[in-house]
């Protein structure tokens, strides 16, 4: 393991990761990203990883020990407490609060976009797309005027829903599922996290054929609504 202060332990496609690194990258903490093959999961990965999954960040201390963070919402919430750069939470207790509860909002649509994705016939695509869309329409009555959540300043629930719709980008070129029809304030949500820089770099180049790749070992049903 290298001796960076940080290391992000990531997967190519992982949305949670890409939340960790999106944190990361708005806070200006330098880091480096060592990436798994979760197939294939290395023994080191296995003894300092206690559910298996991504990311983990491994703090190299000053005393030379190693602490190990898993689970996203931690990760973001350490990075939060301990690193310089713009404040990604509300000073507002209640506000803050409120923000939480939609980065767990933020992780049910998550669990319907894997049963969406993986979706082999039309009837379980159509349950999972039906949940979608009635989830992003109540964050459509959540928005204000943009351009991010909560307004001008880039959050949390920002870097948590930036991977969402990241999903959607590589979709849309498949065929189209509807889910955002009619909902102006999440399209333009949407447009503004995908210019982000952040949001952007949080990801490889290759990420859009990796999402295929892994829709077609899955014979997703989306991908025959292209043919």
Avoid at 44 to 61: D, E, T
Avoid at 95 to 113: N, P, V, Y
Avoid at 171 to 193: E, H, V
Avoid at 194 to 210: L, N
Wanted: aromatic share 12%; net charge negative.
């Amino acid at each position: 393991m290298s001796d960076a202060h940080l290391i992000l332990v990531s997967h190519h496609l992982c949305p949670y990761v890409q939340r960790a690194a999106i944190a990361l990258a708005e806070k200006g903490v330098p880091f480096e990203r060592r990436t798994i093959d979760l197939s294939a999961k290395p023994d080191w990965f296995l003894a300092i990883s206690p559910l298996g999954k991504v990311p983990l960040l491994v703090v190299n201390q000053a005393d030379g020990t190693q602490a190990v963070l898993f689970e996203s919402a931690v990760i973001c919430e350490y990075l939060e407490e301990t690193q310089p750069g713009s404040p990604l939470h509300p000073a507002d207790p209640l506000k803050r609060a409120q923000h939480r509860g939609w980065m767990e909002f933020g992780s049910s649509i998550l669990s319907d976009l894997w049963g969406f994705e993986t979706a082999r016939d039309a009837a379980a695509y159509e349950a999972k797309r039906s949940a979608l869309i009635d989830k992003f329409r109540r964050v459509e009555a959540e928005l204000g005027a943009g351009p991010f959540f909560a307004g001008e300043t880039f959050s949390l629930v920002d870097a948590v829903f930036a991977p969402i719709f990241r999903y959607f980008d590589v979709f849309d070129t498949i065929a189209s599922t509807g889910i955002f029809d009619g909902l102006s304030r999440t399209a333009q949500w949407r447009a503004a996290l995908t210019e982000r820089r952040s949001v952007r770099e949080a990801v490889g180049g290759d990420y859009g054929d990796r999402l295929r790749t892994f829709l077609k070992h899955h014979d997703a049903w989306l991908l025959k609504l292209s043919a």
